[in-house]
């Protein structure tokens, strides 16, 4: 069965230092989407990404966060200078968008990250 | 602005017994999904069950099974004959049919199957 992957499993990053997180959503896919959740606490909606550009995004999605889908199979997630607030685990999902397909979002084994 | 709310923390089973987990939603919206997803330790985030509003049968998938309350914006989750793998988060969710729409999470139930 198709998944999405996300690599890495687990990233350790000096705070002010740029990470890039990847995911390869499943291919048939048209939507995708980033998000986060601090231990302990609730997920919660980044950015959704869709025709090659942002469809919407969250007030915790500030200029330090951009996405990008270079090529027909990534889509990533860059933090460019990461705080110490940005630890957590962040989650890639996709959903195939097409008319009367599922509306189901599928998620990635998630990347930690871990600011140091 | 969509929320889901659930109430239980915590909770606990014993092996090869029936646990309900409770969620509740608030909503403007009439055409939307219901989700519950999986944690297990691993922290992958896991799809167990999906509910379409529109439609007035419960879903089931094997021995997960959910009781929609439309009209109570309630959305349980009932486990039967509990197992081991079954120890983990569990996360209500809420997402509008249609669009490029994010999905909305609850806080989740931290389940615990004894043996």
């Known amino acids: 069965e198709p998944e999405v992957t996300q690599t890495p499993s687990h990233q350790v990053t000096q705070m002010g230092q740029e990470v890039i997180l990847r995911c390869v959503p499943i291919?048939?896919?048209?939507?995708f989407y980033w998000y986060r959740q601090i231990l302990g606490q609730k997920v919660e909606f980044l950015v959704s990404?869709?025709?090659?550009?942002?469809?919407?995004k969250s007030e915790i999605f500030d200029d330090q966060f951009s996405v990008e889908r270079p090529d027909g199979s990534n889509f990533t997630l860059k933090i460019r200078s990461t705080k110490l607030e940005d630890s957590a685990m962040y989650f890639c999902?996709?959903?195939?968008?097409?008319?009367?397909?599922?509306?189901?979002?599928?998620f990635g084994p998630g990347t930690r990250l871990t600011v140091l | 602005a969509q929320t889901v709310t659930q109430s239980q923390p915590e909770m606990s089973v014993q092996e090869a017994e029936t646990v309900t987990l409770s969620c509740t939603y608030d909503?403007?919206?009439?055409?939307?999904?219901l989700f519950w997803y999986k944690q297990p330790p691993s922290r992958q985030m896991i799809l167990v069950i999906r509910?379409?509003?529109?439609?007035?049968q419960n879903a089931t998938e094997n021995r997960f099974s959910v009781n929609f309350q439309k009209a109570a914006k309630s959305f349980s989750l009932k486990i039967s004959d509990s197992q081991l793998g079954d120890t983990a988060m569990y996360f209500c969710?809420?997402?509008?049919?249609?669009?490029?729409?994010?999905?909305?999470f609850g806080i989740g139930t931290k389940l615990q199957v004894i043996p």
């Open positions: 999902a996709s959903r195939e968008g097409l008319a009367g397909g599922s509306d189901t979002q599928y």
């Open positions: 291919s048939n896919h048209l939507y």
């Open positions: 990404f869709y025709n090659n550009e942002i469809s919407e």
């Open positions: 909503t403007s919206e009439n055409n939307y999904y």
């Open positions: 509910q379409e509003a529109y439609k007035q």
């Open positions: 969710a809420f997402m509008i049919r249609g669009g490029y729409q994010k999905v909305t």
